[in-house]
């Protein structure tokens, strides 16, 4: 048997979100988000699933801790709550929300596994979406107050920090295919609000710095990785379009303070011109320290001008599938992780999310999903591909310690190492939890 040994510095850890276990939305002085009131408008959410008790985390977040130590992750990626922080998304803010934050970011301290916070993971106060949401520019500032009020308020305990998780998400899935909350589909509203989270992303950095913050700071792109079907130069550009409103979109502002021409061109084709102020693109080239990078299937692509907006369309190749529908691809994996490194250079990686919806349940007393198992180990091996070919990766971090809130598809999707019966809220470690128990205390993945 060989392995592959990992840095003696390289971190493991597991992610969350809030929304998706915290539960306690009306507890505690919490307001309203977005995915509140989109999981309670019938037909948004599969089975009319909502996150209002999730996993229970706001008051099992010690039982969930101890599952972390007993796993050996040194991080856990977590979420703030900003409407748990701002309940009007500005103005008064929530000392209990502050207070909860503290309770648990005390504990994962006490247990040695280092906070890695998220400011916003979705859950957009609906106070700010009345007025427009990401769409009106005063979003973007409140956003900065939020962040600032957390980077003082944390600032020596936390020290790993991500302003936003997948502006992608946030602008064109959630305004233009319209899937996610606050569920529009406006391809020129979704191109203008993906510009103000870069701003929010840019503001938030620039404040962390003048603040004088002790850690590093980034942000956390999807990415994926669409394989051209064949060498026609229009399968290559539909592939590249693919990629280029995830990946080039997010991170050449940030990195050139431009944005890729080939998709802006694309986009004013399509009626959905950008729109930027003087000034905007210095805000936004901020230097971050990290980028995260949220990465969990590839595709095949090829140009179709019946495929949507781009005009490209998946080609099943007859690779395995999750329980969620993806193609599972571990190559795509470390041919999107070299693209990132051979394009913006040495920038520190942290995997950010990776996993796999695998939906077996308990069967005495334990889940063998030995899928996730098989899905775990090709992924952390391309990782460790990628960090050979000289990607300058610094931890892994899996998707998800718990099943969660999946959200459109609610709890009908588990993509946790640990189980959760959403009846009796008792978690059941996975076969899937041992085996990555074993590769983090030895740091090594047998291949
Ligand atoms: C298309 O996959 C995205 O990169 C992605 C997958 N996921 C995500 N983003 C989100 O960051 C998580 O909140 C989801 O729970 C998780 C699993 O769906």
Request: charge should be negative; glycine fraction near 10%.
């Amino acid at each position: 048997m060989a392995y592959i040994q990992f840095p003696e510095d390289f971190k493991w850890g597991v992610a969350t979100a809030a929304y998706q276990i915290e539960g306690a939305v009306r507890q505690g002085g919490r307001g309203p988000s977005i995915w509140d009131t989109f999981s309670h408008t019938p037909g948004k959410v599969l089975n009319g699933d909502n996150g209002d008790v999730a996993c229970d985390s706001y008051h099992r977040y010690e039982e969930d801790i101890a599952l972390m130590k007993e796993l050996g992750v040194n991080v856990y990626r977590f979420s703030v709550s900003w409407p748990r922080i701002f309940p009007e998304g500005t103005g008064k803010v929530n000392k209990e929300g502050l207070a909860f934050y503290h309770r648990m970011v005390d504990k994962l301290l006490e247990n040695g596994i280092e906070p890695m916070c998220t400011l916003y993971h979705w859950d957009l106060p609906q106070v700010l979406q009345d007025k427009g949401g990401w769409d009106n520019r005063e979003t973007v500032e409140a956003f900065v107050a939020y962040s600032e009020l957390i980077f003082k308020e944390f600032s020596g305990k936390i020290k790993s920090w991500l302003t936003i998780n997948e502006p992608w998400c946030v602008s064109f899935l959630s305004n233009f295919i319209g899937a996610h909350a606050p569920g529009n589909q406006d391809l020129a509203l979704a191109v203008n609000i993906s510009h103000h989270l870069l701003l929010a992303h840019g503001k938030a950095v620039a404040r962390f710095r003048d603040l004088d913050i002790p850690g590093k700071i980034g942000f956390a792109p999807n990415v994926t990785w669409l394989e051209p079907y064949s060498r026609d130069q229009e399968d290559v550009e539909a592939c590249r379009r693919g990629m280029g409103w995830m990946v080039d979109w997010f991170l050449d502002p940030i990195f050139t303070g431009t944005y890729p021409a080939f998709m802006v061109d694309w986009f004013a084709a399509n009626q959905a011109p950008l729109q930027i102020k003087d000034g905007d693109m210095e805000w936004i080239k901020q230097p971050v320290d990290f980028i995260g990078i949220n990465y969990y299937e590839s595709n095949v692509g090829r140009h179709n001008p019946q495929g949507g907006m781009l005009e490209v369309e998946s080609v099943d190749m007859g690779y395995k599938k999750t329980d969620i529908g993806w193609f599972i691809n571990a190559e795509g994996f470390y041919n999107v992780l070299t693209f990132i490194a051979d394009k913006y250079g040495e920038i520190p990686i942290y995997i950010t999310e990776n996993g796999i919806c695998i939906n077996d349940g308990v069967e005495d007393g334990t889940v063998n999903d030995q899928r996730r198992i098989d899905y775990l180990k090709g992924h952390i091996a391309a990782v460790a591909r990628s960090l050979k070919s000289g990607v300058n990766i610094k931890g892994y971090i899996t998707w998800s310690l718990l099943d969660n809130f999946e959200w459109a598809e609610g709890y009908s999707k588990r993509f946790g190492i640990v189980h959760v019966n959403y009846r009796t809220l008792e978690r059941t470690k996975k076969e899937s939890f041992f085996w990555y128990q074993k590769v983090i205390g030895n740091s090594w993945l047998e291949v």
